[in-house]
């Protein structure tokens, strides 16, 4: 069976949040497999040629407390401290470096013994300036109940309220069936405010293992092992 098509956007790390799409409704994985994350580094200039099912894991859990993360800054909330140390300490550890082109573009290079974690790291370094504000643009949620999906709102007056909108400017987001589902924000009882109140490394596992239960239940019935 053909796996489901990535949502790409202008931002690393939005795309990559966005390879779980509809975390509240019936998730759809992106990346169900080593393979799927390798041709996923790949599209964004990340080459790396092997990635075991423990590092396929390991991408899940950062990719989940960028979420989380982006989440808690989109809403105004504290940053959740778990979710922070995982990505402060993925940023930490890899060797990327960056260079420029011949025809002027930045493009990073990955350590040949371990490009997996210097890719991993690359995100998670994008993530921290996505977060910190560091980019142009505001941090927000679709306001589909089902889709919660993270983007970068670069509209005029940072109103724009679908992921579908921010994908079709280049930001990332989620199935086209979702843009006449915009309501009004309903009261959002978030996996971010959950791990508000619990900033433990155990913690956050145990959210991590709620939130991909079901997007793995769903893929593997829905494809097999692909």
Do not use: M
């Not at 497999?33 to 996923?40: A, F, G, I, M």
């Not at 579908?164 to 930001?171: M, P």
């Amino acid at each position: 069976p053909t796996p489901p098509t990535f949502r790409e956007g202008k931002e690393l790390t939005t795309s990559f949040t966005g390879t779980l799409s509809e975390r509240y409704g019936a998730p759809i994985e992106r990346i169900p497999s080593p393979q799927r994350l390798l041709d996923w580094l790949g599209l964004h200039g990340l080459d790396v040629d092997a990635c075991s099912p423990a590092q396929l894991v390991e991408a899940h859990r950062l990719r989940e407390a960028i979420h989380l993360l982006a989440t808690a800054a989109a809403r105004g909330e504290p940053q959740p401290a778990a979710a922070a140390e995982l990505v402060n300490r993925r940023a930490a550890h890899g060797s990327p470096w960056v260079v420029l082109t011949l025809d002027g573009q930045q493009r990073w290079r990955l350590h040949p013994e371990h490009p997996l974690d210097d890719a991993l790291s690359v995100i998670a370094r994008d993530a921290i300036g996505v977060i910190s504000g560091q980019r142009g643009g505001r941090l927000a949620l679709c306001a589909a109940p089902t889709c919660r999906a993270v983007f970068v709102d670069t509209s005029r007056g940072r109103s724009r309220r679908s992921a579908v909108a921010a994908a079709r400017q280049g930001d990332g987001g989620v199935d086209d069936q979702f843009a006449a589902s915009v309501t009004t924000e309903a009261e959002f009882a978030s996996a971010a405010r959950r791990l508000s109140a619990t900033a433990s490394a155990a913690g956050f596992d145990r959210l991590f293992s709620e939130i991909t239960t079901a997007s793995a239940s769903t893929c593997a019935s829905a494809s097999g092992t692909r």
